[in-house]
């Protein structure tokens, strides 16, 4: 996958083994530099996801980089592009010692104690080392690493195979130089993905319709839904006359909303705002705010576009007084949906009644009346809100239009689901 696809690595410890000795010329090197970035640039790095860690060796073995180090992908890169080439002999073998003792050790940052996470050492070399590797590989390998060896120009390929974990063809590399050391860096992305059917695996935010590609995927949506600007979720008012619709929102201003919730209740509106055509054909929407009293804050029609209604929903002040839900519901059935505050004859009547208490006063007639009167009414309840009087706001199927959550601030989630809701039944 190209840098930006999603591949999702298995959490993973990777400690990259570089060889900077005699042989290798600075600008070699900078080649594996770029090489080692590549790589890191596709992969999920963070303290719970995949940790890097960079030994450079020649006749001595230095770590540029532990496991424990600070792990955002800028951090990493700087990191990388920091590292000086030691210029000496070329001790592989200490290197994989080292890497055994200290790089991947719990004190340094690794995690090894978990099953699930991977070891995996790559190791990059253009010579013949001056210590054996046979042993110290089979001890590293024993010890849980991955070993991949890849081996530049006059490399002895022997010692390559001595190093890398079974099967060798998997983990044995050769390029003829370092100037196309790069075309290593697609395998490497490859072998640290652990998925290539992220929808299979639900590895994906879309909405409704995932689709794969390999290492990466898009979204679609269903039939008589369209895809929004943000490739993820869909909408489904997606126009036509068939989709006029005259909503209107009820909405709890009692003083146990509390300010700070009452700008989540205002974001919830303008979320299902967002989804309405709206126009003089399509839909029209309406705000009723009620507390002890009730307030009409706009009617029907009053504002033509998405921009002014979500204007005026930020602009609402908040009553900060009793729960008349009743009185709201009689509002919402002899005012609201009249004529005269810009209800249209013959276009379908949605209601949202929004509240976080139970209701001082009787609900039942005006709860009846409104169904009966033939308007689709969608219940929502926050905290200390009574599912029964919910369910008896709420039209058949009952299910299906009422909706509760403890805390404010998963809203936003009914806000989806009600998106979804009012547009299917148009």
Same mark, same amino acid.
């Given at each position: 996958?190209?840098?930006?696809?999603?591949?999702?690595?298995?959490p993973t410890?990777?400690?990259?083994?570089?060889d900077?000795?005699?042989?290798?010329?600075?600008?070699?090197?900078?080649?594996?530099?770029?090489?080692?970035?590549?790589v890191i640039?596709?992969?999920?790095?963070?303290?719970?996801?995949?940790?890097?860690?960079?030994?450079?060796?020649?006749?001595?073995?230095?770590s540029?980089?532990?496991?424990?180090?600070p792990?955002?992908?800028?951090?990493?890169?700087?990191?990388?592009?920091?590292?000086?080439?030691?210029?000496?002999?070329?001790?592989?073998?200490l *290197?994989?010692?080292?890497?055994?003792?200290?790089?991947?050790?719990?004190?340094e940052g690794?995690?090894?104690?978990?099953?699930?996470?991977?070891?995996?050492a790559?190791?990059?070399t253009?010579?013949?080392?001056?210590?054996?590797?046979?042993?110290?590989?089979?001890?590293?390998?024993?010890?849980?690493?991955?070993?991949? *060896?890849?081996?530049v120009?006059?490399v002895?390929?022997?010692?390559?195979?001595q190093?890398?974990?079974?099967?060798?063809?998997?983990?044995?590399?050769?390029?003829?130089?370092?100037s196309?050391i790069e075309?290593?860096?697609h395998?490497f992305?490859? *072998?640290?993905?652990?998925?290539?059917?992220?929808?299979?695996?639900?590895?994906h935010?879309?909405?409704?319709?995932?689709?794969s590609?390999?290492?990466?995927?898009?979204?679609?949506?269903?039939?008589?839904?369209?895809?929004?600007?943000?490739?993820?979720?869909?909408?489904?008012c997606?126009?036509?006359?068939?989709?006029?619709?005259d909503?209107v929102?009820?909405?709890?201003?009692?003083?146990?909303?509390?300010?700070?919730?009452?700008?989540?209740?205002?974001?919830?509106?303008n979320?299902?705002?967002?989804?309405?055509?709206?126009?003089d054909?399509?839909?029209?929407?309406?705000?009723?705010?009620?507390s002890?009293?009730?307030?009409?804050?706009?009617?029907l029609g009053?504002f033509?576009?998405k921009?002014?209604?979500?204007?005026?929903?930020?602009?609402?002040?908040y009553?900060e007084?009793?729960?008349?839900?009743?009185?709201?519901?009689?509002?919402?059935?002899d005012?609201s949906?009249?004529?005269?505050?810009?209800?249209?004859p013959?276009?379908?009547?949605?209601?949202?009644?929004?509240?976080?208490?139970?209701s001082?006063d009787?609900?039942?007639?005006? *709860?009846?009346?409104?169904?009966?009167a033939g308007?689709?009414?969608?219940a929502?309840?926050?905290?200390?809100?009574?599912?029964?009087?919910?369910?008896?706001?709420?039209?058949?199927?009952?299910?299906?239009?009422?909706?509760?959550?403890?805390?404010?601030?998963?809203?936003?989630?009914?806000?989806?689901?009600?998106?979804?809701?009012?547009?299917?039944?148009?």
């Open positions: 996958p190209s840098p930006g696809t999603l591949c999702r690595t298995k410890d990777l400690v990259f083994i570089i900077s000795s005699r042989s290798v010329r600075p600008h070699e090197f900078e080649k594996i530099k770029v090489f080692v970035s590549r640039e596709v992969l999920d790095v963070g303290p719970n996801a995949t940790r890097v860690g960079v030994i450079n060796y020649a006749s001595a073995v230095r540029e980089l532990a496991l424990q180090s792990q955002s992908k800028a951090a990493l890169l700087q990191a990388v592009r920091r590292i000086q080439p030691l210029s000496t002999g070329t001790m592989t073998g *290197a994989i010692q080292f890497a055994i003792n200290r790089a991947f050790s719990a004190a690794g995690r090894g104690s978990a099953p699930n996470f991977r070891k995996v790559i190791v990059v253009d010579g013949r080392p001056q210590d054996g590797v046979q042993d110290v590989s089979a001890r590293a390998r024993a010890a849980g690493i991955e070993i991949f *060896a890849i081996g120009g006059r002895d390929m022997g010692t390559l195979r190093m890398a974990s079974e099967p060798l063809d998997e983990h044995v590399d050769y390029v003829e130089s370092y196309v075309k290593l860096t395998k992305q490859e *072998a640290f993905c652990v998925v290539s059917d992220l929808c299979a695996t639900g590895d935010d879309c909405e409704q319709v995932c689709v590609t390999p290492g990466a995927y898009r979204c679609a949506c269903r039939d008589g839904f369209s895809l929004n600007s943000d490739g993820k979720t869909c909408m489904a997606n126009g036509g006359l068939g989709s006029a619709l909503l929102f009820l909405i709890d201003g009692s003083k146990s909303v509390r300010p700070e919730n009452f700008e989540l209740v205002k974001k919830f509106i979320q299902i705002v967002d989804s309405l055509e709206v126009s054909k399509q839909a029209q929407v309406g705000l009723v705010q009620y002890s009293s009730v307030r009409q804050e706009f009617p009053q033509k576009n921009k002014d209604i979500k204007a005026a929903v930020k602009k609402m002040s009553m007084k009793g729960t008349m839900t009743g009185q709201a519901l009689k509002y919402l059935v005012s949906f009249s004529a005269i505050n810009g209800a249209r013959g276009v379908p009547k949605v209601g949202i009644v929004f509240t976080d208490g139970r001082q009787y609900i039942s007639d005006a *709860a009846k009346k409104a169904k009966d308007f689709r009414m969608f929502v309840g926050v905290g200390n809100a009574v599912e029964d009087e919910l369910r008896e706001i709420a039209s058949e199927p009952v299910a299906e239009h009422y909706f509760y959550t403890a805390d404010f601030r998963t809203i936003s989630k009914i806000g989806k689901k009600l998106q979804m809701r009012i547009c299917v039944g148009e």
